[in-house]
């Protein structure tokens, strides 16, 4: 990894999120925030490793981010196309008042920032000079099912919305186990990065940790999870409360029971 080469790809990431900040302006759909986010990682990305020397690790890590990248773009597209507004960025946008606009900018740009730190975690995972191994095995055997997970959580969740069930709280299939599934399998792809980068040694182990360690606080911390369930309390009321009782927040476990 050059300075060159993070240049640039900090550059596309400051476009990119500029783009989408100019698209939310448009529609007032700022739903497509996030999918010119998960395209744009992915792009990022993919043309960072290009940029690498070639090997069969920097091929099987492209095929990945491909598959994720397209798989959460195309679907939160086709659920942004069906809202006029991302409840979440409506709070912010609200809370923020005048300066609105700026403000959005700004957050976007923190945005950029993140996915910076995310290319570099998987550029270093993939600069491992030495033969594939049981530990790259491992790393794809974790983002297939994290892929996977959170492809079903989200496929769940839609077909309940498609259902016309109002009012409530959805808690079946994943939703049963963790109230927010789709999040912890997001964290569970990147997870896998750390994994691949220990055939190239630690200190692209520790460049590859930053993903995950910053996935955790932005999905469980900050723009994630807090806002969503502020929401969901206010729309749902005591059937939320209920299910935050019952249900762990982030990772999968057993109900608990309301009684005591």
């Known amino acids: 990894m050059t300075a060159e080469l993070l240049m640039a790809i900090a550059a596309f990431l400051f ?10 302006r448009r529609t007032g759909n700022s739903g497509w ?4 986010w998960a395209a744009l ?20 890590v492209m095929g990945l981010i491909v598959l994720w990248a397209v ?6 597209g086709r659920r942004s196309g069906g809202i006029t507004d991302d409840p979440r960025y409506a709070d912010l946008m609200k809370r923020w008042g005048d300066r609105a606009s700026f403000e959005l900018f700004k957050f976007l740009q923190i945005q950029a920032a993140a996915s910076f730190v995310l290319v570099v975690s998987i550029l270093a995972a993939a600069s491992g000079s030495g033969p594939l191994g049981l530990t790259d095995a491992l790393a794809v055997m974790i983002a297939v099912v994290a892929i996977g997970g959170e492809a079903l959580a989200d496929h769940q969740l839609a077909a309940h919305r498609k259902s016309g069930a109002k009012g409530g709280v959805f808690d079946e299939g994943l939703w049963r186990y963790s109230r927010h599934p789709n999040y912890f399998f997001e964290w569970l792809f990147w997870c896998s990065w750390p994994v691949m980068a220990l055939s ?3 200190g692209l182990v520790t460049l590859s940790l930053l993903a995950p360690l910053m996935m955790y606080w932005v999905l469980v911390h900050a723009s994630g999870i807090p806002p969503l369930e502020k929401h969901m309390l206010a729309s749902r009321g005591d059937a939320f409360r209920r299910y935050q009782r019952q249900v762990n927040a982030f990772f999968p476990g057993p109900r608990k029971s309301l009684d005591g």
């Open 15 to 24: 476009l990119g999120m500029s783009l989408a900040w100019w698209i939310q």
């Open 33 to 36: 925030i996030d999918t010119v």
């Open 71 to 76: 798989r959460l773009a195309s679907h939160i």
């Open 200 to 202: 190239g040694g630690w």
């Open 41 to 60: 990682t992915g792009l990022a990305a993919v043309s960072g490793l290009l940029m690498l020397p070639d090997s069969a690790r920097r091929w099987m």
